[in-house]
């Protein structure tokens, strides 16, 4: 297609004009940025875009030489917040792009995170503009720790709204498969919420139980703030220590603790493998719907597929 001649125009018709100071870069640009419609100035004047080559310090607000490369090979004026430049000049990372690095990145394990053949793969991917050195710079110091920010609060009556959304989620994917993986427990939404939100919903029986208060304060009526807080502190040291542990989101610890009835170990074992830690299989929405179920037969053949104890483990999970 024939290269518009209207490309460097702003909409009401009047023509972008470009400040880049002289050398290589400028006798490149300028045919390209004239021929579109645009101006250069000799110097740089109030309104005009502050063209800079990316990897050179750069003031705020300028822009990636890279924009008029860009329009040129699109045939069209892009917008030019994606190709803001920060005061490093490094090219800024957009929303949409960080978006694309959290669900390349889930589920993967902080060993491989923490290596180059991920990056490098994703770089030869085209997942952004960015090289695999500034994706793992952005994702491990900017985009992790957002993953597992300390709670916003630690109030008893507000921690049932994560594990509500996962269980929904549970109930209506697990029914698909028993043998689902770390990756498929992770949340679509991208929305991150505090680990306090889980707290008073992820225990097992007494015996094995990670939070052994939990059981005896939900019993006691009233329960003191300062007692349920404490609780939730210990829930929310367990739940962050996952999130960092293995690099997954809140949602994705709460949908292992669920499929492993409320089990710290066993969960901790499933984050890591994708398994069941005793070799049973891992609990399915369909399993609790015949778990409900007022019928023996229907109860021996639970037992013969996850086991007595782990059948009885499980109906005090969900009652709980």
């Not at 992790?144 to 709204?161: A, N, S, V």
């Not at 306090?196 to 029986?205: N, Q, R």
């Not at 293995?246 to 994708?274: I, R, W």
Request: hydrophobic share 35%.
């Amino acid at each position: 297609a024939a290269r518009s001649r209207s490309l460097f125009l702003w909409d009401d018709g009047h023509p972008m004009r470009f400040y880049l100071r002289p050398g290589l870069a400028k006798l490149r640009l300028a045919p390209l940025v004239l021929a579109g419609g645009g101006r250069l100035c000799r110097v740089q004047e109030p309104g005009a875009v502050l063209l800079a080559q990316p990897g050179e310090v750069a003031p705020d607000g300028a822009v990636s030489t890279e924009y008029v490369a860009e329009c040129v090979k699109r045939n069209q004026r892009l917008p030019l917040e994606p190709f803001l430049l920060t005061a490093r000049g490094r090219l800024a990372f957009t929303e949409a792009e960080d978006a694309a690095l959290l669900q390349a990145v889930r589920g993967q394990g902080m060993v491989r995170v923490s290596g180059r053949a991920l990056w490098i793969e994703l770089e030869r991917s085209g997942l952004t503009r960015h090289s695999w050195q500034a994706m793992r710079d952005r994702y491990l110091r900017h985009l992790l720790p957002r993953l597992w920010e300390p709670p916003q609060t630690e109030d008893p009556t507000q921690i049932r709204g994560l594990f509500a959304a996962a269980n929904r989620e549970f109930e209506s994917t697990e029914s698909e498969s028993d043998s689902s993986d770390v990756a498929e427990l992770s949340t679509q939404d991208g929305v991150r919420r505090s680990p306090g939100e889980t707290a008073s919903e992820l225990k097992t029986g007494p015996e094995d139980s990670a939070f052994p208060d939990i059981q005896l304060q939900r019993q006691e009526r009233p329960q003191s703030t300062c007692s349920a807080s404490n609780v939730v502190g210990q829930v929310i040291k367990t739940m962050e220590h996952f999130m960092e542990k293995f690099a997954v989101d809140l949602l994705t610890v709460t949908q292992a603790f669920l499929k492993n009835s409320g089990d710290v170990e066993a969960t901790s074992y499933f984050l890591q493998t994708g398994q069941r830690l005793d070799g049973y299989p891992l609990w399915s929405r369909e399993d609790d719907l015949e778990l409900q179920k007022d019928d023996e037969h229907v109860r021996n053949k639970l037992i013969a597929k996850f086991g007595a104890e782990n059948v009885a483990k499980r109906i005090v999970f969900r009652e709980s």
